[in-house]
């Protein structure tokens, strides 16, 4: 270990096979160099490494003196491409306390939504720290972690990672799969056109529009009258976020009729949106109308401008739109959300006929995706189920961007693979995207290594045993575990287009 001067470390990869599937390893054949400073933080004193895979991909890694034998690989959610080896600066410190080293990739490419190599750009950097840095050569223990998109990318490491780590923890993840995920708010994205653009500020026009088919890629005309906001087959960055932009403004607008609360009431049970956003707790459950003010704001401030801004990044890594319509019957869909009572109370209210707008999204369901751009996110961002490792998952109750029901068509998934025994999922009630404080972490952590350990989950992962260790931990506030289970996950049941959901 260097001492605590600034010093340089230059080592040189050695020459393996980047390879094109998610399971492979390789480093990469081209040299890299790898450079180490020794610096004391409030935590621990420890050493930072950094270097770079062939392909382009950064990687960092932070080593304390007193490293405990227990490697962790974090995958950093969608946003620039920069390596990270924690979710935020606390955690990190509290790990590295502990004795906990840290490495991380940035992931290489040109779209923010990397999920095409990172699985092989992570397993890449393990394998190049490893050989570079002594100190971590040969650990006892490898374990996987990661966040929101880095979430789907741990689960698909928890699928391909048999002999590389030995366990894996998935937080806010997009772990139903790319497809689902944009599927679903796609549908609501697809449903404010319909119902509150064309229909005017309040939501109430009685245009129930002709149809006329989007073709390949499925762009912007819904086919009802008035001018409708394009949702998918965006050219850049900007566009995509003036779409998002225009769709949060006719919500906005929505909020000032009973027609309009009533239709966004729908549009947000098929985006999955939850009926809490603000404030210190939920709306009481029958309080329909403090409910849908929560999924409005909600949808405003956070899923509309954030998922719709980020769509030409998914678009352009896929290579074309992946949201198709065709043959969707919403009124099946509507069945499966835990929100039906909520929107048939506040339609009967507004005196709209339910079962008119859903005959009408149905009706005009004209937009097709682009079928190689389906065929690439299912081979590369949907999880099969099967599970190399034990996987523990974490998430909010209320998350706007990665919602909950996201966990509940995981497990579905999981348990069809037959590998259900090998998954817990556990919940903190919050509101927000990943809001977890350390504390949380190193409970949800301290469940997976008493898996590993034990061979059996046992209770480690029962609110009360997390929400001990996390008292334990000592490391301030956190959201309290409790035990929850996630509602189904609107849009995909019901659908009708014969999409494949999972891959091998």
């Not at 609360?261 to 009481?284: D, E, I, K, Y």
């Not at 409005?296 to 998914?314: I, N, W």
Request: net charge neutral; glycine share 12%; aromatic share 6%.
């Amino acid at each position: 270990m260097l001492g605590c001067s600034a010093a340089a470390l230059v080592v040189t990869a050695g020459c393996g096979d980047a390879g094109t599937q998610a399971g492979n390893t390789g480093a990469g054949s081209a040299s890299a160099t790898a450079h180490a400073t020794a610096h004391p933080t409030h935590a621990a004193r420890s050493t930072h490494y950094t270097g770079e895979l062939a392909d382009g991909a950064r990687w960092i890694a932070d080593v304390p003196e007193d490293f405990n034998g227990t490697l962790m690989l974090f995958s950093h959610g969608y946003g620039p491409l920069r390596a990270q080896n924690a979710p935020d600066p606390r955690t990190r410190d509290a790990l590295l306390k502990r004795g906990y080293a840290l490495i991380g990739s940035s992931y290489a490419g040109s779209s923010r939504w990397a999920v095409n190599g990172a699985v092989q750009d992570q397993l890449g950097t393990l394998s190049a720290v490893r050989k570079k840095v002594g100190a971590v050569r040969d650990p006892k223990r490898t374990l996987a972690w990661g966040e929101s998109m880095g979430g789907l990318i741990n689960s698909l490491i928890a699928q391909h990672g048999r002999g590389r780590v030995d366990g894996a923890l998935s937080a806010c993840g997009i772990v139903a799969g790319g497809i689902d995920f944009n599927e679903y708010q796609a549908d609501g994205d697809y449903a404010i056109n319909q119902l509150l653009v064309s229909g005017g500020p309040g939501g109430s026009g009685s245009s129930d529009g002709s149809g006329g088919s989007n073709g390949p890629g499925g762009s912007n005309s819904s086919g009802s009258s008035g001018a409708q906001i394009k949702i998918s087959g965006f050219s850049s960055d900007g566009e995509a976020a003036a779409s998002g932009k225009a769709l949060a403004d006719a919500v906005q607008r929505a909020q000032s009729t009973p027609h309009g609360r009533a239709r966004t009431a729908l549009v947000a049970a098929l985006r999955n949106q939850p009926n809490w956003f603000s404030g210190q707790q939920p709306p009481p459950a029958h309080d329909f109308a403090a409910r849908e003010k929560q999924q409005a704001e909600g949808l405003v401030k956070a899923s509309l401008p954030f998922t719709l801004g980020a769509r030409h990044q998914v678009e352009k890594a896929q290579g074309g739109p992946v949201y198709s319509n065709v043959g969707v019957d919403y009124a099946r869909l509507l069945r499966h959300s835990r929100d039906l009572p909520q929107v048939r109370a506040l339609y009967r209210k507004a005196g709209l006929d339910l079962d008119q707008d859903l005959a009408k999204l149905t009706r005009n369901a004209h937009i097709e995706a682009d079928p190689d751009a389906v065929r690439n996110m299912e081979r590369t961002a949907v999880p099969s189920g099967h599970l190399a490792v034990p996987n523990l998952t974490l998430h909010t109750t209320d998350d706007p961007l990665n919602p909950a029901p996201q966990e509940n068509e995981y497990a579905r998934t999981v348990r069809r693979a037959g590998d259900g025994s090998m998954l817990r999922q556990t919940y903190v009630q919050a509101t927000g995207h990943c809001t977890f404080k350390p504390a949380n972490w190193l409970a949800a952590l301290n469940a997976l290594e008493h898996r590993l350990d034990s061979g059996n989950w046992g209770s480690a992962t029962e609110p009360e045993k997390l929400n001990q260790a996390a008292k334990e931990a000592g490391e301030g506030s956190y959201p309290v575990f409790l035990r929850y289970t996630a509602p189904e996950l609107v849009g995909v049941r019901g659908r009708g287009t014969g999409t494949q959901r999972s891959a091998g």
